[in-house]
């Protein structure tokens, strides 16, 4: 499993990005893809998840109204549609899905990871 996050980049506060997860390897069809995040001196925090083996979609408490994940499975691709962003967003943003010793959020594994990519968000 290959995963390519991209789209991050410098925003002022209120501002919107789209980030994207392209997949190699694995078709989405059969997969969950979750967006993880990571602030400078913080832990990681689970920020999104969707589903396709359960048909679920999660968001964390702080992105609840903002954020939206979606999948287009022509293009084997995960979305995170940010608006409304705020300086609290500012973190390295992760793409994964299950792998061998991974971490879990909300009971699902995170263990094949992208290599993220930076969302800074400053006036």
């Known amino acids: 499993v290959q995963l390519q996050a991209s789209g991050g980049g410098l925003v002022q506060p209120g501002g919107s990005l789209r980030l994207s997860c392209a997949a190699s390897?694995?078709?989405?069809?059969?997969?969950?893809i979750g967006w993880l995040r990571q602030a400078p001196g913080k832990e990681r925090e689970g920020v999104s998840i969707i589903s396709s083996l359960d048909g679920n979609i999660y968001y964390a408490d702080s992105v609840k109204g903002r954020f939206t994940i979606s999948r287009d499975n022509a293009k084997n691709t995960v979305y995170l549609q940010m608006n409304r962003l705020k300086p609290e967003d500012t973190a390295v943003y992760y793409c994964?899905?299950?792998?061998?010793?991974?971490?879990?959020?909300?009971?699902?594994?995170?263990?094949?990871w992208g290599q993220g990519t930076q969302v800074t968000v400053s006036s």
């Open positions: 994964a899905t299950d792998g061998p010793a991974g971490s879990t959020w909300l009971g699902y594994n995170f263990g094949s």
């Open positions: 390897g694995v078709t989405l069809d059969y997969y969950y």
